[in-house]
């Protein structure tokens, strides 16, 4: 709604914003999957899955 708003309200001003944005958010995912993938707890004994499995167990 804020982002709507600012949209309709600033014009191209606001469409420019809302690219920088996006831009911004767009740039923090590495870094932030990063820090992820850097401080997830895998416990010891766990294994990956099998070539062509998938990790995650099938229901129904």
Do not use: C, E, I, K
């Not at 996006?22 to 766990?46: I, S």
């Amino acid at each position: 709604m804020v982002m709507t708003g600012a949209v309709l309200a600033l014009g191209h001003t606001g469409w420019l914003l809302l690219g920088v944005l996006f831009a911004g958010l767009g740039a923090a995912g590495p870094p932030v999957a990063a820090w992820a993938a850097r401080t997830r707890h895998v416990p010891q004994d766990a294994q990956p899955p099998a070539p062509g499995r998938s990790p995650l167990p099938r229901t129904g």
